[in-house]
Protein backbone atom coordinates (compact mmCIF):
# COMPACT_ATOMS: atom_id res chain seq x y z
CA UNK A 1 0.00 0.00 0.00
CA UNK A 2 2.73 2.15 0.92
CA UNK A 3 4.45 1.60 -2.58
CA UNK A 4 1.13 2.82 -4.32
CA UNK A 5 1.78 6.25 -3.18
CA UNK A 6 3.40 8.71 -5.99
CA UNK A 7 5.84 10.18 -3.42
CA UNK A 8 7.31 6.84 -2.42
CA UNK A 9 10.43 6.43 -4.57
CA UNK A 10 11.50 3.16 -1.98
CA UNK A 11 9.89 1.18 0.64
CA UNK A 12 11.35 -2.45 2.21
CA UNK A 13 10.80 -4.10 5.71
CA UNK A 14 13.11 -6.52 7.24
CA UNK A 15 12.03 -8.79 10.81
CA UNK A 16 15.16 -8.66 13.01
CA UNK A 17 14.50 -12.40 14.09
CA UNK A 18 11.95 -14.45 14.12
CA UNK A 19 11.52 -14.63 17.69
CA UNK A 20 11.19 -10.75 18.44
CA UNK A 21 8.17 -8.92 17.38
CA UNK A 22 10.09 -6.02 15.77
CA UNK A 23 10.12 -5.09 12.31
CA UNK A 24 12.51 -2.33 10.77
CA UNK A 25 10.96 -0.38 7.65
CA UNK A 26 12.74 1.81 5.06
CA UNK A 27 10.53 4.23 3.56
CA UNK A 28 12.44 6.84 0.70
CA UNK A 29 9.98 9.42 -0.06
CA UNK A 30 10.39 11.80 -3.35
CA UNK A 31 11.47 15.51 -2.25
CA UNK A 32 10.93 16.56 1.29
CA UNK A 33 8.06 14.87 2.28
CA UNK A 34 8.74 12.90 5.73
CA UNK A 35 8.31 9.11 5.31
CA UNK A 36 5.81 9.02 8.40
CA UNK A 37 3.00 10.40 6.32
CA UNK A 38 2.84 7.59 2.99
CA UNK A 39 3.47 5.48 6.42
CA UNK A 40 0.18 6.25 7.99
CA UNK A 41 -1.80 7.05 4.79
CA UNK A 42 -0.62 3.31 4.16
CA UNK A 43 -2.01 1.78 7.32
CA UNK A 44 -4.93 3.46 6.81
CA UNK A 45 -5.32 2.28 3.41
CA UNK A 46 -4.66 -1.24 4.19
CA UNK A 47 -7.23 -0.72 7.09
CA UNK A 48 -9.92 0.22 4.46
CA UNK A 49 -9.00 -2.80 2.37
CA UNK A 50 -9.03 -5.15 5.49
CA UNK A 51 -12.58 -4.12 6.11
CA UNK A 52 -13.97 -4.19 2.98
CA UNK A 53 -12.72 -7.75 2.66
CA UNK A 54 -14.13 -8.48 5.98
CA UNK A 55 -17.98 -6.63 5.56
CA UNK A 56 -17.94 -8.52 1.37
CA UNK A 57 -17.31 -11.88 3.49
CA UNK A 58 -19.89 -11.14 6.34
CA UNK A 59 -22.88 -10.42 3.55
CA UNK A 60 -21.54 -13.52 1.36
CA UNK A 61 -22.23 -15.59 4.71
CA UNK A 62 -25.62 -14.32 5.68
CA UNK A 63 -26.60 -14.80 2.17
CA UNK A 64 -25.47 -18.46 2.17
CA UNK A 65 -27.29 -19.26 5.18
CA UNK A 66 -30.44 -18.05 4.24
CA UNK A 67 -30.07 -19.74 1.00
CA UNK A 68 -29.52 -23.01 3.27
CA UNK A 69 -32.07 -22.49 5.62
CA UNK A 70 -34.37 -21.93 2.47
CA UNK A 71 -33.49 -25.01 1.08
CA UNK A 72 -34.03 -27.04 4.17
CA UNK A 73 -37.32 -26.04 4.48
Same mark, same amino acid.
Given at each position: ???K %???? !??? @?????????? +?? %???? !??? @????A????? +?????????????????????????????????
Open positions: MVM %NPDV !QFC @GYCITHPSES +KI %NFRI !QTR @GSLPVEPFR +KGLTDLMGVCQHVLNTFEKSMKEYRAQREEEMQ
